[in-house]
């Protein structure tokens, strides 16, 4: 499978440049120029590295690294930020934020490609793991969609990151301390009865269309089983 590199970068001129030199290598490419738009689109799009401009409108690029290392299924993605010339400050700020690696503008393309190849060395292959099923519950990766059956099941996204987290393991018990860590994140302070709070939702939406399997393990937490003994 192809890496998908995504570029997130207001000037249309560069971005254009970037895509039709990651294109040539054979990238699969995603440009988006909206500050505001680009953290929900890295978790859709989930891509295998991000360049990221650091004078964006409405949101600068630093913010949005530090929100992408706030998020515990993007935090890992590496981040190559793109910068003004001579700005040696910007270049520690922007590696305190999380960034993996740091280009000057004006760049040389063939030096931005081989730091781009340095980061996909370290990344995992994209994962050929389009959809994860549990019986009758399937989750369409892609299109980040739920199905029950043949029924469509609207999630929200905590929801969602919560099913998949059961669905990998099946029978595994997640403790809320581990949930918690795992979908929400370290820096986000949430109380471990927002997790029940959430398994309920999920709950609900799930169990319109079939029987509930997702197990309560008292005092412990939650795992998702063929053979749900709910002690709840
Ligand atoms: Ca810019």
């Known amino acids: 499978m192809q890496h998908t590199v995504m570029i997130i970068e207001d000037e249309e001129a560069i971005a254009l440049m970037l895509r039709y030199n990651l294109e040539k290598e054979g990238y699969n490419v995603i440009v988006e120029s909206r500050g505001s738009k680009a953290l929900a689109e890295v978790e ?23 929100l992408i290392r706030s998020k515990p ?18 270049k520690v700020k922007g590696l305190t934020a999380g960034a993996d690696d740091y280009v000057t503008k004006p760049f040389s393309v063939p030096e931005l490609m081989a730091r781009v190849k340095t980061q996909l060395r370290h990344a995992p292959e994209p994962s050929s793991e389009k959809e994860l099923v549990f019986e009758d519950i399937r989750m369409d990766m892609v299109e980040k969609k739920v199905f029950r059956g043949d029924n469509y099941i ?11 987290m059961l669905i990998e393991t099946p029978g595994k018990v997640f403790s809320r301390e581990y949930l918690l860590k795992n979908v929400w994140g370290d820096n986000i302070y949430v109380e471990s009865r927002t997790v029940d709070v959430h398994i309920r939702r999920l709950r609900r939406a799930l169990n319109d269309y079939g029987p509930d399997y997702i197990r309560t393990v008292r005092a412990t937490g939650y795992s998702i089983d063929v053979n749900p003994q709910s002690e709840e």
């Open 44 to 66: 859709r799009n989930h891509p295998s590295v991000i360049l990221l401009d650091w004078m964006l409108p409405e949101i600068s690029g630093v913010e949005i690294c530090k």
């Open 73 to 90: 299924d993007i935090k890992t993605i590496p981040i190559i930020m793109l910068t003004a010339k001579g700005e040696e400050e910007d």
């Open 154 to 164: 609207h999630l929200g996204p905590t929801e969602f990151r919560l099913l998949k």
